[in-house]
């Protein structure tokens, strides 16, 4: 037996490299019937995933059984990522020998041809005869049940049963809780006694000697919703063996971070940073998260991946800012992203050729994101370590200043708790958390505030150049063609795309701004709103759902032409609506405000009364009879003064120029830079849903139009057919059945209220037994209030009784206290239970003879009652 008392050494191969260490996999399982499968994208098609985090995420479909394999064998080099969701060792990055953020996993798969008898000695013969590795510093673990893998190593192979160790759970691998899986086998090799304790990889003491590389699983069972298993008919293959710790173990290695590749970008990060590795801990750290992170970024980046505010474009920017700020904080000035991107192209592209073909977007963006955050980082910074030093050594930083640097300075919150926790700190999350949802409520009205001081200087040379958004949106509505002027906002909650030519509405004159698509060659954004930066300058407030977007681009632009229809519809129904108002109500009418949105609209003006259901129907009836007409509405652009002229009124809040426009639109002539339908037949139906007050003298009327007029109808008739089914009456019998149900009704109630009070009479009958002085003072639960009302007034009206206070929880939840007391009695009804509400946690009624308390804890009900008979003298 070899003597493993020393550090790890390599096997005789140790100058095995890591491409060297793909091929020799790959053609070893390839020699065996195995067809090569190239890495798949680290976008995965399973949605409910981040990133292929394994090297079987791209085989799920042949493992389900929703797809046929084209090869029942199979072998791939698979680039993962775990950072984010539920593997996330994204915290645990250079820290540990062990964690990487982006790995690549060596697997070999079956679906379905072999299985155990083969898979097994497969992997040994790999490590041993292929790899060299030594036999006796390898450890293996199979689940406490599976006797069946147990026996192959040691009867097969040849492991000395010392050496087998059967676990749990660490041992059974599932895809989720219903469909396959089954128990797995780890191969762990021995670093030596210097590592840890002995005891194999069972003992948790000595998880740093045992480093798992490579894990067999058997998937044999499929389990149903119900928890049941059974035997899967054709038993798989699945294997996953990380390529950097078998590197560490073949290149004699303690860490991930000194194999050949990682190392040479360790080094490239020294040489940027100008720091030694091991010349201290701090920037050995960083050295360390800058050369692992640039391989992330890197193959995310090259996969379609970028920087965003959401899902996996959220966690790629969590992983730069993270290595920046690393650089940052060792004083780096310069940028260190995209030379450290060169270098993983460089030394990865080989065997990843795409790294190449995307080499200019990878640093390309690298280079935008990081210029943008080292100018956060820095006004970030300077505030934290302020705030610091105001907070005794190990305090608390409050929430609210996380929050500050979160929402005012773009500070991420991961970045000021990594920095609390560096130095010693902790962080009031909850504080955070709370201003969070605070904000979120003011988001909507906050994204479409004034212009943001961040962009105020680009927007500013728009004006001052001449170099206004030209609007087409009358004319032209998708497929418009238009250039990028700038993209702001990258990185914060708000991004705005500036273009020179844009057919979405801006929100002016009440009616809502557009929504659509911005598309270049490079990425797609979702436009959620569209207002105006300055007067003249068109903000779209934008979702970047794919790629990036640049200024300088070439787009393609379409709004959502469904959505423009119904705001046209409701647009020009409200300038009818505000004619046929003045023509009922009277010309003191003025408009006070509106909102024209798709799915209705809203109109405020001055008025004194409120208006009746005939002055609604008579204004509806004016409306839909000029809509009827289907008269063509004209919408020119004349001067101001034309349009004064012309006799067009002015529409409030609007402010005008000297070009105007003027909707001629049948009987009403007004000012309005909306848009609007060309005849108003389009509008279809309009229908008035609400009228009411808003203040002093101001009415609110809204009403819908077109399909929203029609929905509302059908929605109401169904309502009307539900009612007349429930009623056992035809529709038009309605009322009438509704009358003959109400005097049911009627009937019933008073028959009811007869047996409640024979009901109350009989109990009375039996709680006066119980009277003391002729007092009685009981807890009566499980009825209802208006029951436990009628039992006090019954018993209180027995012979001999004075009064009755009365205590229960109702039926239907909290507490009721009840007093009823003779005219003769000297007691005060009110007076007996206004002490033991309070013990109930609830108030009532003070009359003399008949009182009654609600409240909410029927817990106090026996102190109130004790509290009553003091009241009255029985204690």
């Known amino acids: 037996m070899n003597d493993i008392s020393t550090p790890a050494s390599a096997p005789d191969n140790k100058q095995m490299t890591a491409a060297e260490l793909r091929r020799a996999f790959t053609d070893f399982f390839a020699k065996r019937d195995h067809q090569l499968i190239p890495s798949a994208s680290l976008i995965p098609h399973d949605q409910s995933l981040l990133f292929v985090n394994s090297g079987m995420v791209p085989f799920i479909p042949f493992f389900t059984g929703s797809e046929k394999p084209g090869h029942p064998r199979a072998v791939s080099v698979q680039k993962c990522v775990r950072a984010g969701g539920k593997h996330n060792d994204l915290d645990e990055v250079g820290r540990t020998s062990r964690h990487l953020t982006f790995f690549e996993m060596l697997g070999n798969f079956s679906f379905g041809d072999y299985f155990k008898e083969q898979a097994i000695p497969q992997a040994w013969e790999f490590f041993t005869e292929v790899l060299g590795l030594d036999p006796e510093r390898l450890w293996v673990t199979v689940h406490t049940s599976d006797d069946e893998a147990e026996q192959i190593w040691a009867n097969t192979v040849g492991i000395p049963l010392e050496r087998i160790q059967r676990l749990g759970d660490d041992n059974w691998w599932r895809m989720a809780d219903t469909g396959p899986n089954g128990p797995s086998s780890e191969i762990f090799w021995d670093k030596g006694e210097k590592y840890g304790p002995e005891g194999g990889p069972a003992n948790p003491e000595a998880d740093e000697r045992y480093v798992e590389i490579w894990n067999l699983v058997f998937m044999q069972f499929e389990t149903d919703e119900n928890g049941n298993s059974e035997p899967l008919p054709k038993p798989s293959i699945d294997t996953g063996a990380g390529l950097e710790r078998i590197l560490m173990v073949l290149q004699g290695k303690d860490s991930v971070f000194d194999i050949d590749e990682m ?20 920037s050995d750290l960083a050295l360390r998260v800058l050369a692992e992170h640039a391989r992330t970024m890197a193959f995310l980046i090259s996969d379609g991946v970028f920087p965003s505010n959401e899902d996996r474009g959220y966690v790629l920017r969590r992983i730069m800012r993270r290595a920046i700020r690393f650089a940052y904080l060792l004083g780096v000035n310069d940028l260190v992203t995209p030379s450290l991107v060169d270098t993983v192209v460089q030394i990865m592209s080989e065997d990843y050729p795409q790294l190449t073909a995307s080499h200019e977007l990878i640093r390309n963006t690298v280079e935008r994101e990081e210029t943008q955050f080292r100018r956060t980082l820095a006004n970030g910074l300077k505030i934290l370590d302020e705030q610091l030093a105001k907070i005794d050594d190990g305090g608390e930083l409050p929430g609210s200043v996380a929050f500050l640097l979160h929402d005012t300075y773009g500070f991420p919150y991961e970045v000021t708790e990594e920095v609390v926790q560096e130095r010693g700190y902790s962080l009031d999350r909850g504080g955070f958390e709370s201003d969070m949802a605070e904000q979120r409520e003011r988001a909507k009205a906050a994204r479409k505030g004034a212009v943001q001081a961040a962009d105020h200087d680009q927007v500013q040379s728009l004006v001052d150049g001449g170099d206004l958004t030209e609007f087409v949106g009358r004319e032209e509505l998708t497929d418009v063609e238009a250039t990028i002027q700038f993209v702001t906002g990258i990185g914060t909650d708000t991004v705005s795309i500036f273009l020179d030519r844009s057919p979405f509405y801006a929100e002016s004159g009440g009616q809502v701004g557009d929504t659509g698509t911005i598309t270049t060659d490079t990425g797609t954004a979702t436009v959620q709103d569209t207002v105006y930066a300055v007067p003249g300058v068109q903000r779209h407030l934008v979702d970047i759902t794919n790629g990036q977007i640049v200024s300088g681009q070439n787009a393609v632009v379409s709004i959502d032409t469904e959505r423009r229809d119904s705001i046209r519809r409701n647009h020009t129904g409200t300038h009818i609506l505000h004619w046929a ?38 204004i509806e009836d004016m409306v839909n009879a000029e809509l009827l007409g289907n008269t063509a509405v004209n919408h020119p652009e004349v001067t101001k003064a034309e349009a004064e002229k012309m006799g067009a009124i002015a529409f409030f809040g609007d402010k005008y120029g000297d070009m105007v426009r003027v909707l001629d639109a049948g009987p009403s002539l007004e000012f309005c830079g909306g848009t609007h339908v060309s005849a108003l037949g389009e509008i279809g139906l309009l229908k008035v849903i609400s009228e009411g007050s808003i203040g002093s003298n101001l009415r609110r009327v809204e009403a819908v139009t077109g399909s929203g007029a029609i929905g509302l109808l059908r929605h109401e008739q169904q309502a009307v057919a539900d009612a007349a089914d429930a009623l056992n009456v035809p529709v038009g019998d309605m009322l009438d059945g509704l009358a003959k149900r109400l005097v049911e009704i009627k009937v019933l109630r008073a028959e009811v209220s007869e047996l409640r009070g024979q009901l109350a009479a009989g109990q009375a009958g039996d709680l006066a037994s119980e009277a003391v002085n002729g007092v009685v003072v009981a807890r009566v639960d499980g009825i209802s209030r208006d029951e436990l009302k009628d039992l006090a007034v019954a018993l209180r009206d027995q012979e001999g009784i004075r009064a009755a206070v009365l205590g229960g929880a109702p039926s239907g939840g909290g507490a009721a206290l009840v007093a009823a007391v003779a005219s003769d009695s000297g007691l005060h009804a009110g007076e007996l239970i206004v002490d033991g509400s309070k013990c109930i946690k609830g108030g009532g009624g003070k009359a003399p003879d008949l009182a009654m308390a609600g409240g909410k804890d029927p817990d106090g009900l026996d102190e109130a009652l004790a509290l009553a008979r003091s009241a009255a003298g029985l204690a």
């Open 263 to 282: 190392s040479k970008l360790i080094e490239r990060a020294s040489e940027i940073t100008g720091y030694e590795i091991g010349a201290d801990e701090n």
């Open 581 to 618: 108002l003045r023509e009922v109500l009277g010309d003191h009418v003025q408009q006070q405000g509106s909102m024209v949105s798709p799915d209705r609209l809203r109109f405020d003006f001055s008025h004194f009364d409120p208006v009746t259901p005939e002055q609604i129907a008579a």
